[in-house]
């Protein structure tokens, strides 16, 4: 195994871990996950799995760790496109053979994936050995590895603009530009307008690896942006618009119908009814966290 960090601490060699590489669920069979992921289609979520080989005997001898102490095989996500981040898989590693399967959400994916794999201490190591790790979390091998969504883009492509020059009011963050063409392309019609007065926005974005605060813009972004998509796919819906027809792989129908069928399709009574606002913003809201989309608890 490849080795891309280098903690201050000891690691096991090489040969002791082996991560075997990722498999991709396409059309009911497991193929290899290379990079780009040919025809991937808007909205699509991606399932994966790889096998873990460990000699856990050989792992804390080497890195000086007791014999009971707890190790955890974890694997995490990041789209470059949706600036998210995701934990999805944690296991004690009990055996010395593991089958990793995970299932990466098409609402929130777009771009390149840098998807991690590691072995991880479980728990703090009381007294521990000179050099040995011994904090909770403490990385004892990784991989690494990054590919690039092809076909139809990220879900939500995102644009730094002058509000100014366009119809939008400048004091607003951000902008969905949405489409009710349901033949239409989503990924070319559907985008992000992101203010360029919103610096603190824009650097949250663009971080490699976002502060907290940064971390809550972006989840204000993604759990807003999700919800104006909701409201609109359900007020297609009450208006007859948004039927049960197939529409074509990467439509802005098959993708909003998706995300009706994804949250339950819901029957919101009538959408023009204001008594009914507060409510209907709680419950998009709900949905929205529902798809993973923003802030979760």
């Given at each position: 195994m490849a080795r891309d960090f280098t903690p201050p601490y000891l690691t096991p060699a090489d040969f002791v871990v082996d991560m075997q590489p990722w498999m991709l669920l396409r059309r009911g069979e497991s193929v290899p996950?290379?990079?780009?992921?040919?025809d991937w289609v808007t909205g699509t979520d991606l399932s994966l799995s790889?096998?873990?080989?460990?000699?856990?005997?050989?792992l804390r001898k080497q890195c000086r760790l007791p014999e009971v102490s707890a190790l955890g095989l974890?694997?995490?996500?990041?789209?470059?496109?949706?600036?998210?981040?995701r934990h999805v898989f944690t296991r004690p590693l009990d055996d010395s053979r593991n089958e990793i399967q995970v299932t990466l959400?098409?609402?929130?994916?777009?771009?390149?994936?840098?998807?991690?794999t590691a072995v991880v201490l479980l728990e703090d190591v009381i007294d521990p050995a000179p050099g040995a790790p011994h904090f909770r979390g403490a990385m004892l091998a990784r991989d690494t590895v990054s590919v690039t969504l092809e076909g139809e883009g990220s879900m939500f492509p995102m644009a730094v603009i002058d509000f100014t020059r366009r119809t939008y009011d400048d004091r607003a963050s951000w902008f969905v530009e949405t489409s009710t063409d349901l033949g239409a392309n989503f990924s070319s019609t559907f985008q992000v307008m992101i203010n360029e007065r919103d610096k603190s926005l824009i650097k949250a974005i663009?971080?490699?690896?976002?502060?907290?605060?940064?971390?809550?813009?972006?989840?204000?972004?993604?759990?807003?942006?999700?919800?104006?998509?909701?409201?609109?796919?359900?007020?297609?819906k009450a208006n007859g618009e948004l039927g049960i027809e197939e529409y074509g792989d990467g439509s802005v129908g098959q993708v909003l119908g998706g995300l009706i069928d994804q949250t339950g399709d819901l029957d919101l009574g009538d959408m023009r009814d204001p008594s009914q606002i507060a409510r209907r913003q709680s419950q998009f809201q709900a949905m929205a966290r529902g798809l993973a989309a923003g802030r979760t608890f």
């Open positions: 996950l290379v990079s780009p992921v040919d790889r096998g873990v080989v460990v000699d856990l005997d050989s974890v694997v995490s996500w990041r789209s470059d496109a949706s600036k998210i981040q959400l098409g609402t929130e994916i777009g771009g390149t994936l840098r998807i991690s663009e971080a490699e690896k976002p502060t907290r605060e940064q971390q809550v813009l972006i989840d204000e972004l993604s759990s807003g942006v999700m919800q104006v998509v909701l409201e609109l796919a359900y007020a297609l």
